[in-house]
C-alpha cells in the first residue's frame, strides 16, 4: 500500500458546494443543448423573460445537500425541436456535467418547459410591396 492511497479514516474538514455554483453549472449545461432557446426566470413570477448568460442561475433551483443534489430548471425551448427529446437531453447533459464538475449525486432533473421561442420576421425582409 502506497503512502498516498486514500484513507477514509482521515478527514481533513468538509466541502460545501454552494447552492448558486450548483445552479450556475445546471444552467450553462442546459443552454449546451440543442433546442433550448434560452432559461426561463418563470421562478419569481408570471412573466417568462430570456435570461442572459449572467442570469443562468436564474432560470435554476436546485437543493443540495451532503451528498446529493436535486434540480429543477425552467427553459425556453427552440420552434420546431421536439420538446421530448430536448428536455430528455437537458436532464442527461445537466445530470453527467453536475455529478462530474460537483461530486455530488444528482437524484432528480426536473425540465419544465416554460415557453417556445418564435423566430421573428426580419422586418428588412424583401418583401413585396401591397400595392404597386
Sequence with gaps: MSEFSKDENIKYGTVKIANEVVAIIAGLAATEVAGVA??????????TEMLGMKNLSKGVKVEVGE???AIDIFIIVEYGSKISEVATEVQRNVKNTV??????????????????NIPKEDPKADKEPRVK
Design 38 to 47: 434560452g432559461m426561463s426566470g418563470g421562478l419569481t413570477g408570471d412573466i
Design 67 to 69: 451528498k446529493e443534489a
Design 99 to 116: 455529478e462530474t464538475m460537483t461530486g455530488l449525486e444528482v437524484v432528480e432533473v426536473n425540465v419544465n418547459v416554460q415557453g417556445v
